[in-house]
DNA sequence: TATGAATGAGTTTTCATTCAT
DNA sequence: TATGAATGAAAACTCATTCAT
């Protein structure tokens, strides 16, 4: 269910167009505001993005909590339904390369929404979590069971692998290049692998995604 | 040069020994705040656990963000002095893997601070910065020269890894056990390194560090 | 003239149907609205209970506080015709007594819309306002003349008081009953009277009205 | 004890002599306000009184409820001290007469604060208002013993007189003077008496106090 | 015309920072 | 100098009122 479906399920009858339209602009907003800003983004500043007054944004949302929270279902939605086209791959491996790919994208997206609502985000989300962690570790059950995932690992050390991977903007300086996750992400599955690296994306003889700050590129013989 | 050095700098005279005693408790209070109560902890706060008034506070260190700065700069230094001692080590990969593992921990530590202060921390940690970006060339260098570190990685990338890799109290409402970033950082190595994974830390036939949330550990086979 | 009759005045032409049949309702339900949860009703709720858009309720009232003046006006009007009752009954004392009770009844239902819109209330109330003075003056002058009503008193003191025992649904923790308006206004109406106070309301022989909270009733003798 | 006292209870130690005389001045701001604007001064109102920011507003008082709470923990303790001199009197009925006087000015004073905290003030008043009870509760039966005070009326019949004779800084345009409420009181002690009714204050031959708004004065016969 | 969505000023409260004691 | 009291800008949220549908 998306973010917006989730918001209008409280409402007695269907929305008028306008009223749609705004908490469409508030879901995508606050999606944005939080992938740049972060979790800490404001009522005002979110409602500024939409474009619209802050008496609309809490005309439409109830609580700038609520909305955090329905953003973070919808991306967990998401991640659901990934996992449930990477449980269908024949390849176990391939599936839950795909997933962790998926997963990781929207990861970095949502950045710390999660935490940021901590235990507190109510039985709400409950289910959308539970059903992602099911689907991890299904994931990686199968993975393991076909020799390809090495297998001292729990799928819990998987799940904040992965979470971690998208994690951070920024470290000791250096800026983050928009790839930067899928680069992280393929070392990490070099590591849960039981065979041998593959090479990282863009490596040789091939040029890597550049990285936009911090001095020189290393010369990846 | 320590956080506190770093904050008398500023000053016309030499410190007074009591100035000086508690510019000393706030840095360290405010680290120890940091770690436990996250980034967002109130100027109060850490002045109460440094046992000092908010008026004495603000004496010392002139701003909440310089002091975080200031134990940023001093996580940084130590981070430096690490990676010297791992550049002595024999082995490249031991004194990689060595100064990964201080990394990690000293993130995860100082959790969020570097994030937190954005790229708005001016000039001042600039020195420091460079110099962990600098041994964490040399260290990747050297690794990689000794064909003991995949050739196909930037040391950029290294440096995300292992700030990734501390990341993070919780996800997909899991909450992370203490030593979650020392499983984390080993897959991380293992997808490093040119040759087989290693077992993770505790993997079989000990037993591997528990998760307390989440249901069922898996059969680490 | 009533509520609606006052508020259709601006108006230039006849109105519709149905214009005046959603302000009939408007008054009616701001009428009830305060009696029940107090003056401070919102305007969204005085329109729900009408049944209306909160569109319509400002195209019929131009604001909440004039809806509330006509409310007050309306009761009051009530009041006049009460008055005018009482004046035409052969007793002067059961003709106060009659409007008495009329009176703070009313101010029971619209308890506290007076003060709520305080002296602001503008000219528009005037005349309403005049003429229940007038009429109390009378019924107050009547009375005493007739050597029914002790005559220290003022007629301003007399509305003073009937306004007075209609008040307040609680004390100290107590909650009022429905009906103790009407003791309080048996003892006021003793206490004006030149004779000697009558039973109150169902003391004995016969049973007092409950009164909810606050422990024993006492032994009434 | 003093609002003053029960709001410096939850502090450590002894504040410091500005700190007391901002929450002296809070207490007497928010007490003066109530009385003059009524239970829904704001915060900000309370504190430009009180000549404070709004920082020492919270500093001071946790919260505004919690402010007002106090001013009426305060005139209830008053009202308390008022009855156990009144219970002491020789005669009974002077004791009641007493106490209805000081009680009615204090709850003038603090017009309405009770019912604008409703059942929601917590436990904290209750021991306050239950003292307030059980005193009114002691000079009813204690004049009703003496036969000076009509049998047929319950002590809460008496609370709630006494709480109305108070109230109302206006009604149908007039506006209450000062001493109004003496007025008031003395018809209502007089309905409550056995025996015939006194003069009112000002009464003939002497003067009575002027009524400010609202024409006429009558002419006390 | 009736509707209800949109608006923004105003309310309570927090917290980084300044200043009197 | 050390203290903590005072400050006010800013955050979340409400509600009377306006305006597009």
Redesign the interface.
């Known amino acids: 269910m998306s973010a917006v479906d989730r918001l209008l399920a409280g409402e007695g009858q269907r929305p008028r167009a306008d009223a749609r339209r705004n908490l469409e602009r508030l879901v995508a907003a606050a999606r944005a505001a939080v992938a740049e800003v972060g979790v800490e983004v404001t009522a005002h500043e979110i409602a500024q993005r939409a474009g619209v007054g802050i008496g609309t944004f809490y005309r439409r949302v109830s609580s700038r909590e609520s909305l955090l929270e329905s953003v973070l279902d919808e991306v ?1 939605g998401e991640a659901v339904a990934a996992a449930d086209q990477a449980l269908g791959a024949a390849d176990p491996w391939q599936g839950f390369h795909g997933f962790a790919t998926a997963f990781v994208r929207l990861r970095a997206e949502s950045c710390g929404v ?2 940021a609502l ?1 235990g507190a985000c109510g039985p709400a ?2 289910r959308a ?2 059903e ?2 099911e689907r ?1 570790r299904l994931l ?2 199968r993975a ?1 069971a076909a020799g390809l995932m ?8 998987v ?3 992965l ?14 290049g928009d790839l ?1 996750w899928s ?2 992400l ?9 065979t ?2 593959s ?2 994306p863009g ?2 003889p091939s040029q ?1 995604t550049a ?1 936009p700050t ?2 020189e ?2 010369r ?2």
């Open positions: 967990l999660g935490e901590g989300l409950d979590l539970s992602v962690r991890i990686v059950e393991q090495r297998p001292d690992v729990a799928w819990q050390d799940a904040f692998l979470a971690a991977v998208a994690t951070g903007p920024s470290t000791i300086g250096l800026r983050a930067q680069r992280n393929q070392v990490v599955l070099d590591g849960l692998r039981t041998a690296p090479p990282l490596a040789p890597m990285i911090g001095g590129r290393p990846t013989a």
